[in-house]
């Protein structure tokens, strides 16, 4: 019998397979600043890294706002060192880029602090990044906002997955259980003296507001979490006409359908994904966007363009020429496809028995290796091409299935088609090269994972 977890790793774990934050096999850059909550992170990341087979890394920002600033730079490259765990350090002047933006220190930092987590993330080849925040976060977060004055979105708070990969599995776990955990481990940490200056707003909610409430009520802390996983429900639920989060384009038909304020609400949540945050457009720019005629191109801030093609608003990809390419790749690795500035990254690993994902996901694909024939071939679609996708009952055209799917026009030649076969010595008229793989589309049914497999190729598209 395996022995039982601690109930906060067991906590810890469930976290991260009923919220869908990490995979088997993930590369996770954990935000270590050394205080109390970033160690507990890491601690319990170390207490699963075998169970799940995770590659660790960290990162540390020192932001230049505290004589201690150097001291905690230091901890952060000794843990490091100690744990053999590979390390991004890097530093920004807040102070100098918030007066220069106009925004507080806490502002500017955070926008600093991410830019450098995502960019050591692309470095480090992380698939996801991991950061701190606890449920006493989430409650703080909702108080600020529903202060400030917020609509239903806001008081969301915190969520547990956000853009660019950033996970927060300690959001349903409390600060009073990371303070037991870190004492019962004895484990070391710095503290932050800014955490107590009652100057900023967020610890005026922390030390003043949030344990009157806890005294009025006692679990004022997972009422207030609650409430923001409700109203993030709520949100998801009302940007229905796009389809799944993550998905690329939105379905002008069904737009039309709604009622005015659920409408602008989904092209509101289309362009977050698109430009990371909603900063910058305007009630006009949601306006033209719902209004976009067949064919015609919108142009937004940043040089965002949009197209509605065949009732699909997506972003309109920058004019390439049809340049045809081929590669021979061997499933390892980043494959830089220069004439189209697409990426995809591979690597084999060993199959136990637990399915990692989902199959039918258009940015990821779980092959079985060892049916597959190396090296692939890599290139542009091609006239006649034929594909039968899992659990279909032949093949169709490629065209078709495209089509189908709603991959817009101009993207069908510059995505990549995956083949296996065109190497083998013992090809012949009944054995053609067969289509493994496309973005956007399920694995081809003959190379599925199954339970009989021993090696999955993952394939991901990166750009």
Not at 210 to 229: C, F
Not at 268 to 294: I, Q
């Amino acid at each position: 019998m395996a022995p039982k977890k601690p109930p906060l790793v067991a906590q810890f774990r469930k976290t991260i397979e009923c919220r869908g934050l990490v995979r088997p096999g993930d590369r996770i850059l954990i935000a270590f600043s050394g205080g109390p909550d970033s160690t507990a992170l890491l601690s319990l990341f170390l207490a699963v890294r075998g169970e799940l087979r995770l590659k660790l890394a960290l990162a540390h920002f020192n932001h230049r706002l505290r004589p201690a600033a150097r001291e905690d730079e230091a901890f952060a490259r000794l843990t490091a060192k100690k744990l053999n765990l590979p390390i991004a350090v890097g530093s920004g002047n807040v102070r100098a880029y918030a007066a220069r933006r106009r925004m507080n220190l806490e502002e500017a930092g955070r926008e600093l602090r991410y830019a450098f987590f995502k960019n050591a993330a692309k470095k480090l080849g992380a698939d996801k990044i991991a950061t701190g925040h606890t449920a006493d976060d989430q409650a703080e977060t909702v108080l600020m906002r529903l202060l400030r004055g917020t609509g239903l979105r806001g008081l969301g708070g915190i969520r547990p997955l956000a853009e660019g990969g950033v996970i927060r599995p300690l959001l349903e776990i409390e600060r009073k259980d990371i303070a037991r955990w870190l004492a019962a481990q004895r484990l070391d940490f710095r503290t932050d003296e800014s955490n107590l200056d009652l100057r900023f707003f967020r610890n005026r909610i922390r030390h003043e507001v949030l344990p009157l409430l806890k005294r009025i009520e006692p679990k004022a802390v997972s009422q207030l979490g609650r409430l923001a996983l409700i109203l993030q429900d709520e949100e998801d639920l009302r940007t229905g006409p796009e389809g799944e989060r993550g998905r690329s384009s939105l379905d002008a038909e069904s737009l039309s359908r709604l009622p005015k304020a659920l409408a602008r609400r989904a092209v509101r949540g289309f362009l977050a994904r698109l430009a990371g945050s909603t900063r910058g457009f305007t009630f006009n720019d949601v306006e033209a966007v719902l209004a976009l005629a067949e064919g015609k191109v919108l142009t937004l801030r940043g040089g965002l363009n949009l197209r509605r093609d065949k009732g699909l608003i997506a972003v309109k990809p920058p004019a390439v020429d049809k340049a045809r390419f081929r590669y021979l790749w061997d499933g390892r690795g980043v494959l830089k496809i220069k004439e189209t500035g697409l990426a995809i990254k591979g690597r084999i690993l060993e199959f136990r028995g637990t399915l990692p994902a989902p199959f039918d996901d258009p940015s990821r694909a779980f092959l079985d290796a060892d049916k597959l024939e190396f090296p692939l071939l890599v290139r542009n679609r091609e006239e006649g091409d034929r594909f039968r996708p899992l659990g279909a009952p032949g093949s169709k055209k490629l065209k078709e299935i495209l089509r189908a799917k709603g991959i817009p026009a101009d993207e069908r030649d510059r995505l990549p088609v995956i083949l296996t076969g065109t190497c083998s010595k013992a090809r012949n008229v009944e054995r053609p090269p067969r289509i493994v793989w496309m973005p956007g589309l399920p694995v081809g049914d003959a190379f599925k994972v199954g339970r009989a497999s021993n090696r999955i190729l993952w394939i991901e598209r990166v750009a």
